[in-house]
């Protein structure tokens, strides 16, 4: 029998977008394993897969969109097969997601003490008193002053700020064991963001909830993850323990997107920037993905895809680099 | 609430320079009205809504009180004061048969209202139904109810109308099934494109994310903020029902004379505009009032409606 330690495990994923240009690999076969109570970031440019990937894994993924191969297992069950109906039993329960935009992911004709007890009863055997007992009780711990009051506001009225800690707040009333957090604070300026990002490291820690943190900002990554996974064009080019991936980063990739960090620290030195554009999914290079932005790409890497390489210490990269066999050569 | 604030910061002169983050945060929770609040004070600033509603309940009130406010019957004829002009004994003139037009427009006051109002609610709750699914539910069920609605909308409508009359025959029941088909389906077209918008909308997805079910989705998230397009398409599709009507009625297939209604009354006295103009032009007037009227009130109930206009 097999173990399963960890509480999510992508395998092979792969999801397409059937266009009428023609097949889109938007998420080309991604594996992710997100452990019991951690935070995993999954970093990567606009557009190469991290969003796609979270809605396959809630399967939300909308027409034309359709998961083609591969395995979503949540605590050993494959939720790629399910039908909507058993979906929606585990969606917003055991599985909750937080979005972007703050501002338009609540609706603006419901109070947002509705909303959020709306989410409890939806999911618990619960009186609609107790729901809104409850409802108070997690806007409290979420950080909302004066909860009795707001419960009544409509989300117009409130800043972004508190609007994501009603999402956060809604997204973690049913004690989920997965928030997937689809860039909770792009929306939002730094110091709501700094607060944001608290509360969420606060309620993982009391509640033992894991994490997806998807996002674009590696500040957010250094802050709050345990480990991270980089994606690429719809797979996964280098995956690591935060530490080590920010203070040892192998792919080019990555090596990349960390020097394009403005740094504050004076020196006036033009910023560094990936050249080339991310590839049009629809045509991407024969070898690897990467290839035509990369500085050390070799002959190989246009003839032929990596495959991802273990460089030890749960540390693996997808480039030819670390390929013993070719390096060897 | 913006005073508030603007007290707020000029009272913060150099002296206490910090506003903590709590009293930031609370300052922003503006008075929590309910909805009903919400419509009693738009409704109060905006003057022709007021104008509106108080028109529509004086018609209301003449048509539910009209046996008992008329001094007339509106069906016997008094040939000798014929196209009477407007005097005491007859405040708005008599017609062509004498018969008193006070009388018949409080009369015909109960059915344009009823034509009026009835299909135009039968069509709104079909259409909403059917756009909603279109919208939300996919490709098939899109394709099958849009073209229906394709089909009901391309056929002249007068036509179609005369078709369902002339093959189920002319009475009240069969008038509101024949206005209800013609007018569901421009309530289906605007319902599914609001739809396919607010279906890709966050909060839509949050939803779906929180495992709430299609249905739910459809009637709870999505048709709510469907209303202020609704309130609208309401108030016009109530003047053309009384319209439609007035035009059915003309050509034999609508209320029945000596009925009184007020397309009818139109129609009834066209013939006298030159000789009596005050009879065919009252009715054309009281329904070009009672349109108003409905439309001042759409847009006040839209505006109270929003609740990003909300203050």
């Given at each position: 029998m097999e173990q399963h330690t960890d509480l999510l495990e992508i395998r092979g994923l792969k999801t397409h977008f059937f266009t009428k240009q023609g097949e889109v690999p938007a998420v080309d076969g991604v594996d992710i394993a997100i452990p019991q109570k951690s935070i995993v970031g999954l970093v990567g440019e606009s557009g190469c897969g991290k969003s796609v990937t979270a809605m396959s894994i809630m399967h939300l993924v909308q027409h034309p969109g359709r998961i083609v191969a591969g395995q979503v297992l949540f605590n050993g069950d494959d939720l790629a097969v399910k039908s909507i109906r058993e979906m929606n039993k585990i969606r917003g329960k055991d599985i909750s997601m937080i979005f972007q935009e703050p501002m338009t992911s609540l609706n603006p004709v419901y109070t947002i003490g509705r909303q959020v007890s709306e989410a409890i009863l939806l999911h618990q055997n619960v009186s609609k008193a107790e729901a809104k007992e409850r409802t108070i009780e997690i806007f409290r711990k979420v950080g909302i002053p004066e909860p009795e009051k707001r419960y009544s506001s409509y989300p117009h009225q409130l800043s972004g700020g508190l609007r994501q800690r009603v999402m956060i707040g809604m997204a973690m009333v049913?004690?989920?064991?997965?928030?997937?957090?689809?860039?909770?604070?792009?929306?939002?300026?730094?110091?709501?963001?700094?607060?944001?990002?608290?509360?969420?490291?606060?309620?993982?820690?009391?509640?033992?909830?894991?994490?997806?943190?998807?996002?674009?900002?590696?500040?957010?990554?250094?802050?709050?993850?345990?480990?991270?996974?980089?994606?690429?064009?719809?797979?996964?080019?280098?995956?690591?323990?935060?530490?080590?991936?920010?203070?040892?980063?192998?792919?080019?990739?990555?090596?990349?997107?960390?020097?394009?960090?403005?740094?504050?620290?004076?020196?006036?030195?033009?910023?560094?920037?990936?050249?080339?554009?991310?590839?049009?999914?629809?045509?991407?290079?024969?070898?690897?993905?990467?290839?035509?932005?990369?500085?050390k790409a070799m002959k190989i890497c246009t003839m032929q895809e990596p495959e991802l390489q273990d460089l030890g210490n749960g540390h693996q990269a997808r480039c030819f680099l670390f390929d013993k066999e070719v390096m060897g050569k | 609430m913006t005073e508030d604030k603007n007290k707020d910061f000029s009272q913060l002169k150099d002296t206490d320079p910090i506003i903590s983050y709590e009293q930031e945060e609370s300052a922003e929770l503006t008075e929590l009205n309910s909805t009903w609040d919400n419509i009693v004070n738009t409704f109060r600033h905006n003057h022709l809504a007021l104008i509106g509603v108080v028109i529509i309940i004086l018609i209301i009130l003449a048509a539910?009180?009209?046996?008992?406010?008329?001094?007339?019957?509106?069906?016997?004829?008094?040939?000798?004061?014929?196209?009477?002009?407007?005097?005491?004994?007859?405040?708005?003139?008599?017609?062509?048969?004498?018969?008193?037009?006070?009388?018949?427009?409080?009369?015909?006051?109960?059915?344009?209202?009823?034509?009026?109002?009835?299909?135009?609610?039968?069509?709104?709750?079909?259409?909403?139904?059917?756009?909603?699914?279109?919208?939300?539910?996919?490709?098939?069920?899109?394709?099958?109810?849009?073209?229906?609605?394709?089909?009901?909308?391309?056929?002249?409508?007068?036509?179609?109308?005369?078709?369902?009359?002339y093959t189920l025959g002319a009475s009240l029941l069969n008038l509101f099934i024949a206005l209800s088909i013609i007018n569901?389906?421009?309530?289906?077209?605007?319902?599914?494109?609001?739809?396919?918008?607010?279906?890709?909308?966050?909060?839509?997805?949050?939803?779906?994310?929180?495992?709430?079910?299609?249905?739910?989705?459809?009637?709870?998230?999505?048709?709510?903020?469907?209303?202020?397009?609704l309130i609208?398409?309401?108030?016009?599709?109530?003047?053309?029902?009384?319209?439609?009507?007035?035009?059915?009625?003309?050509?034999?297939?609508?209320?029945?004379?000596?009925?009184?209604?007020?397309?009818?009354?139109?129609?009834?006295?066209?013939?006298?505009?030159?000789?009596?103009?005050?009879?065919?032009?009252?009715?054309?007037?009281?329904?070009?009032?009672?349109?108003?009227?409905?439309?001042?009130?759409?847009?006040?109930?839209?505006?109270?409606?929003?609740?990003?206009?909300?203050?």
């Open positions: 049913c004690n989920p064991q997965l928030m997937i957090a689809d860039e909770p604070t792009t929306a939002l300026d730094v110091t709501i963001e700094a607060q944001i990002l608290h509360l969420m490291r606060q309620l993982q820690s009391e509640q033992g909830t894991s994490i997806l943190m998807i996002t674009h900002n590696l500040g957010v990554v250094a802050e709050l993850c345990d480990e991270v996974y980089v994606m690429y064009a719809g797979k996964v080019m280098e995956h690591a323990d935060v530490n080590e991936l920010f203070a040892h980063p192998q792919h080019p990739y990555t090596f990349g997107l960390l020097n394009s960090i403005p740094d504050t620290s004076g020196t006036k030195s033009r910023l560094y920037t990936i050249r080339g554009m991310v590839p049009n999914l629809l045509k991407l290079p024969k070898g690897c993905r990467f290839c035509p932005r990369c500085e | 539910v009180l009209a046996p008992v406010i008329s001094a007339y019957d509106p069906y016997v004829q008094d040939l000798e004061n014929k196209l009477a002009k407007p005097s005491a004994a007859h405040l708005l003139g008599t017609d062509a048969f004498g018969r008193d037009m006070l009388t018949r427009l409080f009369y015909g006051a109960r059915n344009s209202l009823v034509i009026g109002l009835i299909p135009s609610i039968i069509a709104i709750v079909i259409g909403t139904v059917m756009g909603l699914m279109a919208g939300y539910l996919g490709k098939t069920a899109d394709f099958i109810i849009m073209r229906i609605a394709d089909i009901c909308l391309s056929f002249p409508s007068l036509l179609l109308a005369m078709v369902i009359m569901w389906g421009m309530t289906a077209r605007t319902v599914r494109a609001e739809t396919l918008q607010l279906r890709e909308k966050e909060f839509v997805e949050a939803a779906r994310s929180c495992g709430v079910k299609r249905s739910t989705i459809m009637f709870r998230h999505i048709l709510p903020n469907c209303i202020p397009s609208v398409i309401f108030t016009l599709d109530i003047p053309s029902a009384i319209m439609e009507e007035a035009s059915l009625s003309f050509l034999g297939v609508g209320a029945q004379p000596p009925e009184a209604s007020w397309g009818l009354m139109v129609s009834e006295n066209k013939d006298q505009l030159t000789r009596a103009p005050w009879v065919a032009l009252i009715p054309g007037f009281a329904i070009m009032l009672l349109v108003l009227a409905f439309n001042f009130v759409g847009d006040g109930m839209r505006d109270a409606l929003d609740p990003t206009l909300k203050e």
